[in-house]
């Protein structure tokens, strides 16, 4: 997990980034391990470039920026961990 800090005023504040260690894409749905032991289940239907993908371009994936995110070349698709638990990204 990365830890990024930052201060505002006199408070430091630490924001931890979700890492994404496993994936699993299949015609119905994307899931996502993450480092700290949390699997992410999501439906396809979110990712409309994967829902239509063939199941090999959905399997040649790559974990990007530490497992921050996952991208698709393919497919021209990239996903952020972040943005799925309703994080802010930077």
């Given amino acids: 997990m990365s830890i990024l800090a930052h201060r505002t005023s006199d408070e430091a504040i630490i924001t931890l ?9 299949d015609e119905a749905s994307l899931r996502i391990q ?3 032991g949390r699997e992410l289940s999501i439906p396809l239907v979110w990712f409309p470039r994967l829902l239509r993908a063939t199941p090999e371009q959905r399997q040649s994936w790559q974990l990007i920026g530490q497992g921050e ?3 698709w070349e393919a497919v021209d698709e990239d996903v952020s961990v972040a943005s799925l638990l309703g994080l802010p990204s930077d």
């Avoid at 980034?17 to 699993?24: D, G, K, L, N, W």
């Fill in 17 to 25: 980034s979700p890492q994404a260690v496993a994936i699993q894409c």
């Fill in 34 to 36: 993450l480092a700290d």
């Fill in 69 to 71: 995110g996952i991208h």
